[in-house]
């Protein structure tokens, strides 16, 4: 039986299956072997090369694990310091290069990367997928998120490591103030590792929307994988900002643009906005996956399922929303108006209301049942705990005459500690003495456990809870050392003695961890909790044997059977019917089986590419141009040499897929997987986009004159001209794919002549879009008009490169025969970007050629 219709997709996914499935007969064993072949991975120095979710992921919490210890190490040696009063232990310098690293490591190079890196390990599982629809790419982001991470930190051993907080702040770290490369390190390092989150959270997306095992419907996705998909769609909104801030700050500290300089018409308070749009969703990034492991654990460890699914799942989007309209709480003491004080210092404590829905919901879990002890449970005790009192003392700082007061005093310091590490660290770690059996052949020592639990929580209180009170007695944040007649020496005593517990608990548990590692996912240690959800299933890294319907959200409590059925190949997709790896898409409501995904094996282009985009930001970073545009190169050449064999096209007809079901093996347009990534890529490129908007409008806000006074405007024709290219590329390549899909098999050149004529089109809107500012006389180091309107043009030749290159390869592909209106892959996703880059420039034209004018 074929697929044909959605309706027969939902018919056989799980709601009106056959009553001989799942097969009553076991598969042959035949077909496990040829599944075990497919899936096999690298050894030896090839392990370089493996793309798997599994090990990518455990890879990627070993890294960000080993920058959590690095960071740690520094806040450490802060403590000492400020253990005694005129302590002379650090200097000023190496004190302030030790606090920036800290705040920047555990918030760029530590938070965001762990709770991704538990998500690409879990979630693949948890969905009962063989892989995520992108394993290279998420292969080439741990590379460069792990490449940069140790090369970032090793600035502090050359004395080069950035000096103005992990914040950034200008004026302080313009050009002025900051000549040399620290904050060059700082903003070209955090600016491309953020690039690597987007990419995984791209990854992540499509991953829980498309490779869901069927039936397994929205409302019964485990409400970890709801958790992780708030979380990359908030990265998609938030991190685009400090993306674009750190691209403003590093064009004014390059090229003089000026973005920030008052006295040129930029705004240092611009980086303030851009800054926290990012920085306070980030929190909420950070927690909300957190919570999801919560919400994972406080059931199995009842042995009840979660109270209240629907509400925790509302609660999580409800937080993620509310999150964007709360940065303005880091901007009390700037002398905003009262009326957005007021607005958002609502919106602040409002946000309290949908974690509140969460923990009581756990507290009810925890109600219905019997909690077992473990270390598992006392983490997410301790939690709760100190989180509930970072919520406290957040709605404390959210009311504007408190925050007026304790603003960068002790107590912010206090405060967002106890948020951090109760909302992400405590969970983390229970999420180790609970997942941990998935991946070991040993779960991690119950004994050292709650030795690790109980000094890490009297540690985080001993250090931070006397912080609220040095706060209010006066001590300002990132000072290195203090007089004695201040009076805070004993409680920053107290501090520091806290901060040594909390070190020895985490020594204690990387001893335990090493000691316990015994990595094997065959015979792994096994569903020892008794939960009831899929990702005790895997039994290699190509999950489980076969893809099992879903019919509740804790399959393994609710269908006894599962298990065993599921190992024995009675499911969906028991084998690997193209002889290579393979994957389930389904549909993103109701996971009605869709497709076969060819899913990519181990290469070396991802490792390649991550090494090779390290260097030439490096390289940028010191200025050293020609080595840079030389691993640009490579780095190009390294993603292009992956991404070659993706778009294999229809290797065969549909296949079997068990219960007499048969699904094609290669599919286009909204049904593919490389179509959603394209449109959550377009989602992160207009967000970058409104915020360069945001940007132009702001400072045409706050400036008496906009343009300055005696700027010549270029002749509205310019503008008209370039438009008019935007439009007829984007037009020939419309009629291109009309009659790719009208006649599949007709003349490859429907193809090729629209690319060819589309490339010059788009170049040249782009260069009349520059040339219009350059005639009438504008610069972009004259004003920060002139530095915006460059900035909406250099956007533009950027992008036009990225289609160039893509038009390019989509042409070689065509002319080898490889790409055709039936294998359309690749062509797809240039067209798609190739519309949105037109629309971008028309817009941009719009708001530079229309808003203008002087306000008075």
């Given at each position: 039986?074929?697929?044909?219709?959605?309706?027969?997709?939902?018919?056989?996914?799980?709601?009106?299956?056959?009553?001989s499935?799942?097969n009553?007969?076991?598969?042959?064993?035949?077909?496990?072997?040829?599944?075990?072949?497919?899936w096999?991975?690298?050894?030896?120095?090839?392990?370089?090369?493996?793309?798997?979710?599994?090990?990518?992921?455990i890879a990627?919490?070993?890294?960000?694990?080993?920058?959590?210890?690095?960071?740690?190490?520094?806040?450490?040696?802060?403590?000492?310091?400020?253990?005694?009063?005129?302590?002379?232990?650090?200097?000023?310098?190496?004190?302030?290069?030790?606090?920036?690293?800290?705040?920047?490591?555990?918030?760029?190079?530590?938070?965001?990367?762990?709770?991704?890196?538990?998500?690409?390990?879990?979630?693949?599982?948890?969905?009962?997928?063989?892989?995520?629809?992108?394993?290279?790419?998420?292969?080439?982001?741990?590379?460069?998120?792990?490449?940069?991470?140790?090369?970032?930190?090793?600035?502090?051993f050359?004395?080069?490591?950035?000096?103005?907080?992990?914040?950034?702040?200008?004026?302080?770290t313009?050009?002025?103030?900051?000549?040399?490369?620290?904050?060059?390190?700082?903003?070209?390092?955090?600016?491309?590792?953020?690039?690597?989150?987007?990419?995984?959270?791209?990854?992540?997306?499509?991953?829980?929307?498309?490779?869901?095992?069927?039936?397994?419907?929205?409302?019964?996705?485990?409400?970890?994988?709801?958790?992780?998909?708030?979380?990359?769609?908030?990265?998609?909104?938030?991190?685009p900002?400090?993306?674009?801030?750190?691209?403003?700050?590093?064009?004014?500290?390059?090229?003089?643009?000026?973005?920030?300089?008052?006295?040129?018409?930029?705004?240092?308070?611009?980086?303030?906005?851009?800054?926290?749009?990012?920085?306070?969703?980030?929190?909420?990034?950070?927690?909300?996956?957190?919570?999801?492991?919560?919400?994972?654990?406080?059931?199995?460890?009842?042995?009840?399922?979660?109270?209240g699914?629907?509400?925790?799942?509302?609660?999580?989007?409800?937080?993620g929303?509310?999150?964007?309209?709360?940065?303005?709480?880091?901007?009390?003491?700037?002398?905003?108006?009262?009326?957005?004080?007021?607005?958002?210092?609502?919106?602040?404590?409002?946000?309290?209301?949908?974690?509140?829905?969460?923990?009581?919901?756990?507290?009810?879990?925890?109600a219905?049942?019997?909690?077992?002890?473990?270390?598992?449970?006392?983490?997410?005790?301790?939690?709760?705990?100190?989180?509930?009192?970072?919520?406290?003392?957040?709605?404390?700082?959210?009311?504007?005459?408190?925050?007026?007061?304790?603003?960068?005093?002790?107590?912010?310091?206090?405060?967002?500690?106890?948020?951090?590490?109760?909302?992400?660290v405590?969970?983390?770690?229970?999420?180790?003495?609970?997942?941990?059996?998935?991946?070991?052949?040993?779960?991690?020592?119950?004994?050292?456990?709650r030795?690790?639990?109980?000094?890490?929580?009297?540690?985080?209180?001993m250090?931070?809870?006397?912080?609220?009170?040095?706060?209010?007695?006066?001590?300002?944040r990132?000072?290195?050392?203090?007089i004695?007649?201040?009076?805070?020496?004993?409680?920053?005593?107290?501090?520091?003695?806290?901060?040594?517990?909390?070190?020895?608990?985490?020594?204690?548990?990387?001893?335990?961890?090493?000691?316990?590692?015994?990595?094997?996912?065959?015979?792994?240690?096994?569903?020892?909790?008794?939960?009831?959800?899929?990702?005790?299933?895997?039994?290699?890294?190509?999950?489980?044997?076969?893809?099992?319907?879903?019919?509740?959200?804790?399959?393994?409590?609710?269908?006894?059977?599962?298990?065993?059925?599921?190992?024995?190949?009675?499911y969906?997709?028991?084998?690997?019917?193209?002889g290579?790896?393979?994957?389930?898409?389904?549909?993103?409501?109701?996971?009605?089986?869709?497709?076969?995904?060819?899913?990519?094996?181990?290469h070396?282009?991802?490792?390649a590419?991550?090494?090779?985009?390290?260097?030439?930001?490096?390289?940028?970073?010191?200025?050293?141009?020609?080595?840079?545009?030389?691993?640009?190169?490579?780095?190009i050449?390294a993603?292009?040499?992956?991404?070659?064999?993706?778009?294999?096209?229809p290797?065969?007809?549909?296949?079997?897929?068990g219960?007499?079901?048969?699904?094609?093996?290669?599919?286009?347009?909204?049904?593919?997987?490389?179509?959603?990534?394209?449109?959550?890529?377009?989602?992160?490129?207009?967000?970058?986009?409104?915020?360069?908007v945001?940007?132009?409008?702001?400072?045409?806000?706050?400036n008496?004159?906009?343009?300055p006074?005696?700027?010549?405007?270029?002749?509205?024709?310019?503008?008209?001209?370039a438009?008019?290219?935007?439009?007829?590329?984007?037009?020939?390549?419309?009629?291109?794919?009309?009659?790719?899909?009208?006649?599949?098999?007709?003349?490859?050149?429907?193809?090729?002549?629209?690319?060819?004529?589309?490339?010059?089109?788009?170049?040249?809107g782009?260069a009349?879009?520059?040339?219009?500012?350059?005639?009438a006389g504008?610069?972009?180091?004259?004003?920060?008009?002139?530095?915006?309107?460059?900035?909406?043009?250099?956007?533009?030749?950027?992008?036009?490169?990225?289609?160039?290159?893509?038009?390019?390869?989509?042409?070689?592909?065509?002319?080898?025969?490889?790409?055709?209106?039936?294998?359309?892959?690749t062509?797809?996703?240039?067209?798609?970007?190739?519309?949105?880059?037109?629309?971008?420039?028309?817009?941009?034209?719009?708001?530079?050629?229309?808003?203008?004018?002087?306000?008075?």
């Amino acid at each position: 039986m074929t697929v044909t219709s959605d309706h027969d997709r939902r018919r056989h996914a799980g709601v009106a299956v056959p009553e001989s499935f799942p097969n009553p007969v076991p598969r042959p064993a035949a077909e496990l072997e040829v599944l075990r072949r497919a899936w096999e991975q690298p050894h030896g120095w090839r392990i370089f090369t493996a793309v798997n979710n599994t090990y990518v992921g455990i890879a990627y919490i070993g890294v960000a694990l080993l920058m959590f210890l690095l960071a740690g190490v520094l806040a450490v040696l802060m403590r000492t310091q400020l253990a005694v009063p005129e302590n002379t232990l650090i200097g000023h310098d190496l004190y302030n290069q030790l606090f920036t690293m800290h705040g920047t490591i555990m918030m760029f190079l530590f938070a965001v990367p762990m709770v991704e890196a538990i998500g690409i390990y879990l979630i693949p599982n948890m969905l009962a997928a063989r892989d995520l629809p992108f394993p290279r790419l998420s292969a080439y982001a741990f590379w460069t998120y792990a490449v940069g991470s140790v090369v970032f930190f090793g600035t502090l051993f050359f004395g080069v490591a950035p000096t103005g907080g992990w914040f950034m702040y200008p004026p302080l770290t313009s050009y002025v103030y900051s000549p040399g490369v620290s904050a060059d390190f700082w903003l070209l390092g955090i600016g491309y590792i953020e690039i690597s989150a987007i990419a995984g959270a791209i990854e992540i997306i499509v991953g829980i929307l498309k490779t869901r095992a069927p039936g397994m419907s929205l409302e019964k996705i485990p409400v970890y994988c709801w958790a992780m998909l708030v979380f990359a769609l908030m990265i998609v909104f938030a991190f685009p900002a400090i993306i674009l801030a750190t691209l403003l700050l590093e064009l004014e500290r390059a090229f003089h643009w000026p973005f920030f300089i008052a006295a040129k018409g930029g705004d240092p308070l611009l980086w303030q906005h851009l800054f926290w749009f990012f920085g306070h969703p980030e929190v909420y990034v950070i927690f909300l996956p957190a919570a999801g492991i919560v919400s994972m654990i406080v059931p199995t460890m009842v042995q009840s399922p979660l109270v209240g699914y629907r509400l925790v799942v509302i609660a999580l989007i409800a937080t993620g929303f509310i999150s964007f309209g709360l940065w303005v709480h880091h901007m009390y003491a700037t002398g905003l108006p009262q009326l957005s004080l007021s607005f958002f210092s609502a919106a602040s404590m409002a946000v309290a209301i949908p974690s509140g829905i969460q923990v009581f919901a756990w507290i009810a879990t925890m109600a219905s049942g019997r909690l077992q002890f473990n270390t598992a449970s006392l983490f997410i005790l301790g939690f709760l705990f100190i989180f509930v009192l970072g919520g406290l003392t957040g709605v404390m700082v959210a009311l504007v005459p408190f925050d007026w007061q304790v603003h960068d005093t002790y107590f912010v310091v206090a405060h967002f500690h106890y948020v951090l590490i109760g909302g992400m660290v405590f969970p983390m770690f229970a999420a180790f003495y609970y997942w941990y059996p998935t991946a070991s052949r040993e779960a991690l020592s119950e004994r050292l456990g709650r030795w690790v639990f109980a000094l890490i929580f009297i540690g985080v209180n001993m250090t931070f809870f006397p912080m609220h009170f040095t706060g209010l007695l006066g001590m300002p944040r990132r000072v290195y050392t203090y007089i004695s007649e201040m009076g805070w020496g004993e409680l920053n005593l107290v501090s520091t003695i806290g901060a040594y517990m909390i070190a020895a608990g985490v020594a204690l548990f990387v001893i335990d961890l090493v000691r316990k590692f015994k990595f094997s996912f065959e015979e792994n240690k096994g569903n020892i909790w008794n939960a009831g959800t899929l990702e005790w299933l895997s039994t290699g890294t190509y999950a489980s044997r076969s893809i099992p319907i879903v019919r509740s959200r804790e399959p393994l409590w609710d269908q006894p059977r599962l298990a065993r059925d599921a190992k024995e190949g009675r499911y969906f997709l028991p084998g690997a019917p193209t002889g290579d790896r393979e994957a389930l898409i389904t549909s993103p409501i109701e996971a009605s089986p869709q497709s076969i995904l060819q899913i990519p094996d181990e290469h070396w282009g991802p490792f390649a590419a991550g090494v090779c985009t390290a260097g030439f930001f490096y390289m940028l970073t010191l200025k050293v141009l020609p080595v840079a545009a030389l691993f640009a190169l490579l780095a190009i050449a390294a993603i292009l040499w992956w991404v070659w064999d993706l778009d294999r096209g229809p290797v065969r007809g549909p296949a079997e897929i068990g219960a007499g079901l048969s699904v094609p093996v290669y599919v286009t347009g909204p049904a593919s997987h490389v179509w959603w990534a394209m449109a959550v890529l377009m989602l992160v490129a207009g967000t970058l986009f409104t915020c360069v908007v945001f940007s132009y409008f702001f400072l045409w806000l706050v400036n008496p004159a906009w343009p300055p006074a005696g700027t010549e405007l270029p002749h509205l024709g310019w503008p008209i001209a370039a438009g008019i290219a935007y439009a007829a590329s984007s037009l020939v390549i419309a009629w291109s794919s009309r009659a790719l899909t009208r006649a599949p098999r007709g003349s490859p050149w429907r193809m090729r002549l629209p690319l060819l004529l589309a490339m010059p089109l788009y170049a040249a809107g782009a260069a009349v879009q520059l040339m219009a500012q350059w005639q009438a006389g504008v610069g972009p180091q004259d004003s920060g008009y002139g530095a915006m309107v460059y900035l909406f043009a250099s956007l533009q030749l950027l992008f036009g490169g990225v289609l160039i290159i893509m038009a390019c390869y989509t042409l070689v592909r065509s002319a080898l025969g490889m790409q055709d209106g039936i294998r359309r892959g690749t062509f797809d996703a240039t067209m798609l970007f190739w519309h949105y880059s037109v629309g971008q420039g028309i817009v941009a034209l719009v708001v530079v050629s229309l808003f203008p004018r002087a306000v008075g």
